[in-house]
T-cell receptor
Framework: GAGVSQSPRYKVAKRGQDVALRCDPISGHVSLFWYQQALGQGPEFLTY????????KSGLPSDRFFAERPEGSVSTLKIQRTQQEDSAVYLC???????????FGPGTRLTVT | AQSVTQLGSHVSVSEGALVLLRCNYSSSVPPYLFWYVQYPNQGLQLLLKYTSAATLVKGINGFEAEFKKSETSFHLTKPSAHMSDAAEYFC????????????FGKGITLSVRP
C-alpha cells in the first residue's frame, strides 16, 4: 500500500512568512511523529500525536511552531513568522501504535531566505 | 535522558570489503536501538532494531548489529559492501515503554569504491 506522503516536497519562504507542511500517514496508523533535520545533522523530535491528541510537544523549538491532527489522520505542521534557522528538512513518521516501527515520509525541505 | 554518538561523519570502503559503522548510546533505562538508512531525497528506512531480545540482530540487505550493554554500543556491520550500500546511516535510541520518540545520532555517510 501507499507509504507516508508529505507535501510540498520543497518550500521556499521569505523570512517572516507563515508556512504549512502536510503529512499523510499510512492509513490506520494511530501514532504520528514530526522531526526536524538540519543540514548535516540527524533528525530531532518535534512532536507526537496519538490519533488526534497531541501527547508530546516537548521538541517544538518555539511558540512559532504549531502542529495539529484534527481528525486523527492528516497532520499539518505550521511555522509562523519563519526565520532562517527554521531552514531544514521536516520529516513525518507514522506507526501502527506506540512502540511499533515508524515509517518515514520523504520530508519537506524548507528554505527560508 | 538519552543520546547517541556516531563518531566520524564519513566512511569509505572498497566494494566487497567489511562495513563497520559505530554507534554508542546513553540511556537511563533499557533502550530500544535502531539503525536507519537514508538515500538521497528519500525518507528514512529501518535496517534493523534491538528491543531486548537477541543481542545479535539481523536486518535487511545483509546488515547486522550487536548490542553490547557493557560497552553501551550497537555497531552496524556488513561482511561485504555493495555499491548500492552507499547512503547515509543513522543510529537511534528510544526508551522502551515511552512514547517511542527516537533520538538520532548525527549520521555517517558511507561511500563504496569500485
Amino acid at each position: 500500500g501507499a507509504g507516508v506522503s508529505q507535501s510540498p516536497r520543497y518550500k521556499v519562504a521569505k523570512r517572516g512568512q507563515d508556512v504549512a507542511l502536510r503529512c499523510d500517514p499510512i492509513s490506520g496508523h494511530v501514532s504520528l511523529f514530526w522531526y526536524q533535520q538540519a543540514l548535516g545533522q540527524g533528525p530531532e523530535f518535534l512532536t507526537y500525536f496519538q490519533n488526534e491528541a497531541q501527547l508530546d510537544k516537548s521538541g517544538l523549538p518555539s511558540d512559532r511552531f504549531f502542529a495539529e491532527r484534527p481528525e486523527g489522520s492528516v497532520s499539518t505542521l505550521k511555522i509562523q513568522r519563519t526565520q532562517q534557522e527554521d531552514s531544514a528538512v521536516y520529516l513525518c513518521a507514522s506507526s501502527l501504535f506506540r512502540g511499533y516501527e515508524q515509517y518515514f515520509g520523504p520530508g519537506t525541505r524548507l528554505t527560508v531566505t | 535522558a538519552q543520546s547517541v554518538t556516531q563518531l566520524g561523519s564519513h566512511v569509505s570502503v572498497s566494494e566487497g570489503a567489511l562495513v563497520l559503522l559505530r554507534c554508542n548510546y546513553s540511556s537511563s533505562v533499557p533502550p530500544y536501538l535502531f539503525w536507519y538508512v537514508q538515500y538521497p531525497n528519500q525518507g528514512l528506512q529501518l535496517l534493523l532494531k534491538y528491543t531486548s531480545a537477541a543481542t545479535l540482530v539481523k536486518g535487511i540487505n545483509g546488515f547486522e548489529a550487536e548490542f553490547k550493554k557493557s560497552e553501551t554500543s550497537f555497531h552496524l556491520t556488513k561482511p561485504s559492501a555493495h555499491m548500492s550500500d552507499a547512503a547515509e546511516y543513522f543510529c537511534a535510541v528510544s526508551e522502551s515503554g515511552a512514547n517511542s520518540k527516537l533520538t538520532f545520532g548525527k549520521g555517517i555517510t558511507l561511500s563504496v569504491r569500485p
